[in-house]
């Protein structure tokens, strides 16, 4: 019988090949894949179960929650506070941190998460997911507080998320390559299928909401232009285009053959930075992009080396194979320097 590698398997090994992963990380990354494991189950019901449609409520972004939303949030926050691996946690669905409560044990780790992504494809029945990142708590010893999470996306120690899809797909990183596992329903394990992930430099498919083009930057403007243009045009090759609208998706398509996956900024609201939150999606999601030999900018400096002043931060996002994404940036800079000449 052809062996197969759980995740606890890959854990361990990690654990003990470099003592790359501490026990505490080991025992938080199972306790999510686990949590992610009951999140499939609601999500799987669907109308068979009390999870679909509104939960008549608002989350601090102004944003209307879902019933899964909610009851993701819920499955992540109970999972995780008593396992002694944690300090914290922060959703993109709670105004504020939530703090292990004082019965457990406090551990090293913070734990950031979009407990659902993709929320407006629910009900439609299309992919979507869960987004996590780990950071360590730094400095001070005792207590934490809100600052202890605003840290870089470069000092992540882990990061991943799970699709639930026609398959339901676990991917992660620790720092040192992307791995991804894939849910065994029958034996309800966590399978490794893939390791050393890797993104191609160059694709011919591009991600973005089109309905928004009239509002983006010159830059964003003039390569999306270029890309339709097809072979006729400066780039001379054809591209296709994909959108699920929920990011989990779209990242794993572009894990998967490659890409570019586009969240500009644009005029409607100058003052917001983009629409993804910093956080919870876009420091992770860079971190496995990265990870896999892509890259991640929003629009002019690495995502992961942005310093975060708020928890729930938004940013442009720009990702995926390095040829295109670094076409993007320059894109950009070229505009600044234009308008610094003009100046
Ligand atoms: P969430 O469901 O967590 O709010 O995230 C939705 C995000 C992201 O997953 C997706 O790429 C994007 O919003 C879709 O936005 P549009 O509906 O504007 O296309
Ligand atoms: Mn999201
Ligand atoms: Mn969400």
Redesign the pocket.
Known sequence: MKHRVSLTQYLVEKQREDGHIPGQLRLLIEVVARACKRIAISVNKGALGDVLGSADSENV?G?VQ?KL?VIANEVLVEANEWGGHLAAMAS?EMDHIHVVPNRYPQGEYLLLF????????IEVNVS??T?FSVLRKVGHTRGVEEGDFLQPGRQQAAAGYCVYGPQTTLVLTVGDGVAMFTLDRETGSWVQTADGVTIPEDTREF?I?M??QRHWAPPVQRYIEECLAGKEGPRGKDFNMR????????VHRILSRGGI?M?PWDKREPDKPG???LM??ANPMSFIVEQAGGAATNGRERILDIAPRRLHERVSVVLGSKNEVRRVTEYHAAEADSKTAAA
């Open positions: 972004q944003e879902k939303d993109e979009d407990p659902l992504d993709g929320s407006s494809n979507i997911g987004i991600a909401n309905s928004n959108w699920v609208a929920s990011m989990v998706a779209d996956f969240y629409k993804l939150r919870y999606e």
